[in-house]
């Protein structure tokens, strides 16, 4: 049994955390506002994907509850990479907002990665932009991207150190897998972790999971991890939001990536779905919005 193990699971609740991150981030903003500067976000959605616009309208709405600005602007699913590339440029000059977010996937004609580099690295509010994953890297982060960011905060409320455990993370995306994998294994407080970054072509997932002693599970594959992948003790994030069909008036349910039930008895710690990683993400953006505004106003 590692350090976690215990006899029952006990949740790792995002939201209950989320709370206690806009509840610290009140005064900063109050200072700000009294300087005559409120953190405004500029939101970009191109087409009509329903994940993104969900993802969106919950952004926006949590801005307009801390009393901050967010626009969004919606570009039709056809825009041309360079119309898009040139609105950025504007919003990089525009003085009203200090951050700015392109709400991906984009549409197959453009590609994301011309666009992400065309977003001022200072108003780069997800940490996307090369410069700013160069600046994570070498362990001197801007912005550190919303989601690995808020797992961190997750870890640090509950007492979960990093540090000398074998940390597993399941998938390698720019967004998700990648940074944690960089920010779990720097050399500082929230990092010294033993680090593994599985994906698809990782032969035999589960002889690399079943060593974890923290598995980071980012994949998209609903209730894809059971108990079967995991040993006693383990500490599980779940990344993953998946819509599955049932039978409820909005003919789907969301899960993540872990089976829930069958991780209950050899689990120590797992965030739920939802309710764990996704309220966390948001309040990093709002938190990545504040230090932009900080930052360009040069007022903390
Ligand atoms: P991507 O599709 O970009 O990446 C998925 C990764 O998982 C890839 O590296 C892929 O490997 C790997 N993978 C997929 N299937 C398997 C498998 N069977 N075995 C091993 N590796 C596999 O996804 P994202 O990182 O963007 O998102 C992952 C999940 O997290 C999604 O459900 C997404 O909705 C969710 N998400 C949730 C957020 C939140 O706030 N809670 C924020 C962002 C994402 P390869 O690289 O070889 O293709």
Redesign the pocket.
């Known amino acids: 049994m590692n350090q976690f193990a215990m006899n029952f699971m006990h949740v790792l609740s995002g939201k209950e955390v989320s709370h206690s991150v806009y509840e610290d981030l009140k005064s900063r903003i109050d200072f700000l506002k009294k300087k005559g500067v409120v953190p405004s976000l500029a939101v970009i959605l191109v087409g009509d994907d329903p994940a993104s616009n969900v993802y969106v309208q919950s952004k926006s709405r949590q801005f307009k509850k801390m009393g901050l600005h967010s626009d969004t602007i919606t570009f039709p699913e056809e825009t041309s990479e360079a119309g898009l590339a040139s609105f950025i440029e504007e919003l990089n000059q525009d003085d009203t907002f200090h951050g700015i977010l392109v709400q991906l996937p984009l549409p197959k004609q453009i590609d994301e990665k011309r666009i992400i580099r065309a977003i001022s690295p200072e108003k780069d509010v997800d940490g996307f932009h090369p410069e700013n994953l160069g600046l994570l890297t070498a362990g001197n982060p801007r912005f550190i991207p919303c989601?690995p960011k808020g797992i961190l905060r997750i870890f640090s409320h509950y007492d979960i150190s990093p540090s000398g455990k074998h940390i597993v993370i399941?998938?390698?995306?720019n967004?998700?897998?990648r940074p944690m994998s960089i920010l779990l294994s720097l050399k500082n407080d929230s990092g010294n972790g033993t680090v593994t970054l599985?994906?698809?072509?990782?032969a035999d997932?589960k002889s690399f999971t079943k060593k974890a002693d923290i598995l980071v599970v980012?994949?998209?594959?609903p209730e894809?991890i059971d108990e079967s992948y995991l040993k006693d003790g383990v500490v599980i994030v779940d990344?993953?939001?998946?819509r599955v069909s049932d039978d409820s008036e909005t003919r789907y349910k969301l899960v993540g990536?872990v089976h829930w039930e069958s991780i209950q008895t050899i689990a120590s710690y797992a965030t739920p779905v939802p309710g764990g990683?996704?309220p966390m993400?948001i309040a990093m953006l709002v938190e990545n919005t504040i230090e932009a505004a900080e930052q360009i106003t040069k007022l903390s």
Do not use: E, F, K, P
């Open positions: 989601t399941l998938g390698r995306s967004i998700v897998g599985c994906h698809s072509r990782t997932l980012a994949l998209g594959s894809l990344v993953g939001i998946n990536d990683v996704g993400t």
